[in-house]
């Protein structure tokens, strides 16, 4: 299976380093002096320095020439996946779409296979989640991630053609609770990192994840998904790392909030907009979601870290 990734930030280059060991893979990016860059340097020096691109791996800004391949990975950032898709329909009508993105759309409250369907309706969609930093497998490191296909023969095929050297992949069709535990996870490692920015310390942080995956697993049972897949990589696993690592966006934005640091806002933080979608999603539901409220109010500026705090441990004593 000839596959290519489309993006070319940190993620979607290091997925291409990885498949690459497969068989050609091509990558793309919009940005033409970026992918200039890259054909000449062979690396990624702007998110991936010193990491070396294998020959196997064709770069290029020509979308009609990397949309050749029937299977795309979508490695672009889950605000603009509609704007690609729908700006560029003809180019990915019956193909393979494998979603790679973690999070809510703001405007729609839908997630990544939600959103390809709307957009192409005649596309194959699944997902690919799990607790994986770019850095980690561009280097070859290990890890292993969750690939959800409704279809089920065909999410077998792509367990096949995309479990690579360095990753393992398991199977679900269970792509609601894929979606969620990989978009939850990232509002979760916000509080965390605003937890210990703010010197709370590492219990607050252990005691913040588990009331945390209670929420994720709250909203994701109301919809629908199946609980064994948040407790898997998708949910607990991806959970445990973006709320314990610096290397997590989402983790440094938290850390920024508790010291009370301004955060640059040219960095893609995928947990901000999908707080405010999950919350918004949360109230229409009616459900109890305050730790995910509490992390909107500390981003609208709306609460102080002191403020937070105080909110949620004056919640009403319950059963766990």
């Known amino acids: 299976m000839i596959v290519s990734v489309l993006g070319s930030g940190a993620f979607g280059t290091a997925l291409a380093i990885s498949l690459a060991g497969n068989g050609p893979v091509t990558l793309w990016g919009r940005n033409s002096d970026q992918i200039r860059a890259m054909q000449d340097s062979r690396q990624n020096e702007s998110r991936l320095p010193g990491v070396p691109l294998p020959e196997g791996l064709k770069v290029t800004s020509d979308l009609a020439d990397a949309t050749q391949s029937q299977t795309l990975l979508l490695a672009v950032p889950m605000q603009k996946l509609r704007v690609l898709l729908s700006e560029n ?3 990915f009508k019956g193909k393979t779409l494998v979603a790679c993105c973690k999070g809510i759309e703001l405007n729609t409250g839908l997630g990544p296979i939600a959103v390809i369907r709307e957009c192409l309706p005649d596309a194959q ?14 280097r070859g490191l290990p890890t292993a991630l969750t690939l959800a296909c409704c279809d089920e023969a065909l999410g077998r ?6 479990t690579t050297a360095n990753i393992r992949l398991y199977r679900t069709q269970d792509t609601v609770g894929a979606e969620l535990g990989g978009a939850l996870k990232n509002v979760m490692a916000i509080a965390c990192g605003a937890v210990i920015g703010a010197g709370m310390g590492d219990s607050a942080r252990a005691a913040l994840m588990t009331r945390g995956y209670a929420e994720m697993q709250r909203m994701a049972l109301a919809c629908g998904a199946q609980p064994e897949t948040l407790a898997g990589l998708s ?16 983790y440094q934005l938290g850390l920024s909030i508790g010291h009370g ?3 640059d806002p040219s960095v893609t933080v995928e947990g901000a907009a999908t707080a405010r979608a999950v919350d918004a999603k949360a109230r229409a539901m009616l459900l109890d979601m305050p730790i995910t409220h509490t992390v909107v109010g500390l981003l609208d500026h709306s609460l102080t870290i002191a403020q937070a705090t105080a909110q949620l441990l004056a919640r009403p004593l319950k059963e766990e």
Request: glycine share 8%; hydrophobic share 45%; with cysteine.
């Open 89 to 91: 329909h003809a180019m």
């Open 125 to 138: 969609p699944a997902l690919l989640t799990g607790p994986s930093f770019a850095a980690d497998i561009a």
């Open 157 to 162: 095929d792509l367990q096949q053609a995309l």
């Open 235 to 250: 949910g607990f696993g991806d959970l445990t790392l973006t709320c314990s690592s610096e290397l997590s966006r989402n």
């Open 261 to 263: 640091r301004a955060f």
